[in-house]
């Protein structure tokens, strides 16, 4: 259902209804983001500081009041991203079904018979879906967060066998540890040059968007692999401090192609790193020719040295998704290669 903004006017169904006055306050105007879950007890900035009680000509104080509240509102709209909570939601959501399958409502958590129910709702998890503790501690930090959103006291707090169970479950969902065998570079080099073949094949039979995918998933990897960088420093992140963009990588053709990665996770600073790649490795993988065809299809897209160098979603249509159309005449290599 739609509801207009008490102060913009915008008729939206991101809106957050004040507990208090019961007016409703549009996240833009909150200056939260889009997707940010503040359902449950959220109090708007003019109650949070009783502006009606404060006395006429106070009026400077009472606005530096509220953008000192909408500042921390703000602040505490960063806390959890929008999709944990909607993780958490929908975790609670199970929970309840699975209470309501048995005729008993055991949230919130506020008592022992609720917390005892709690206690046999993750024993169901383990015996029935096979759960590890992993996956059973993810319900948990659901159930906490939820309770402390509604100002309530910590269920294991004030119930600590609930620890216990987590504890003993632990130690019986333990599964046997199995070592992870990494990806070897003949691995790799066999898989890319399958790739190769089934571009080549794909753009002769006249199916480019099927082609530039494939192309993506190759520089993906050599990226991945000869570049050793995690997904994340690959990726551009949401909020642009992770990731990598076009500008980033420049080649030298015949020689080496050069990426630049701004920020990465263990580089508090962000001061960088310049990682070179050969033109073509000892085993034969063609590293720049990938990279050089990969940022011509880019450039011939519309794409613009600001954005992100891999997109998730790759092309359709004939275009990168997300991008405009193509630009007449673009060069597709960067001005200082």
């Known amino acids: 259902e739609r509801k207009a903004c008490c102060r913009c006017a915008q008729h ?65 709209g960063h806390l959890l991203k929008p999709s944990t909570w909607l993780r958490y939601h929908r975790h609670v959501g199970e929970f309840l079904r699975w209470c309501e399958e048995r005729r008993m409502m055991c949230f919130p958590v506020t008592t022992l018979r609720d917390a005892w129910g709690v206690a046999r709702f993750f024993e169901w998890l383990r015996a029935k879906k096979g759960a590890s503790w992993a996956y059973i501690a993810h319900y948990k930090d659901a159930l906490r967060s939820l309770c402390w959103a509604r100002g309530l006291t910590d269920p294991w707090e004030a119930f600590p066998f609930l620890h216990d169970i987590g504890e003993g479950l632990k130690k019986r969902s333990r599964a046997t540890p199995v070592r992870k065998e990494g990806a070897s570079a003949t691995m790799i080099t066999v898989l890319l040059r ?20 494939v192309l993506r998933h190759q520089v993906s990897v050599i990226l991945g692999f000869f570049a050793m960088k995690r997904k994340s420093e690959i990726f551009l992140a949401a909020d642009g401090r ?96």
């Open 194 to 213: 399958f790739w190769e073949d089934s571009e080549k094949a794909y753009r002769a039979q006249g199916k480019h968007e099927r082609a530039d995918q």
């Open 242 to 337: 992770l990731g990598l963009r076009v500008g980033h990588v420049a080649v030298v053709p015949g020689s080496h192609v050069r990426l630049f990665v701004a920020a990465q996770k263990n580089d508090p600073y962000n001061d960088g790193d310049m990682v070179p790649l050969a033109w073509v490795t000892q085993s034969g993988v063609r590293i720049g020719k990938t990279v050089q065809q990969y940022l011509q299809r880019l450039y011939d897209s519309g794409v613009q040295l600001t954005d992100a160098l891999i997109c998730k979603t790759g092309w359709t249509n004939g275009r990168y998704v997300g991008f405009v159309a193509p630009a007449a005449g673009k060069s597709f290599m960067p001005d200082d290669c």
């Open 12 to 76: 939206t169904t991101a809106y957050l209804r004040c507990m208090e006055c019961g007016m409703n306050f549009c996240r833009q105007c909150l200056g939260l983001e889009k997707g940010a879950l503040w359902d449950i007890s959220f109090s708007c900035p003019a109650c949070l500081i009783e502006s009606s009680k404060w006395p006429s000509g106070e009026e400077e104080r009472v606005r530096e009041e509220m953008e000192l509240v909408q500042s921390a509102l703000q602040t505490l």
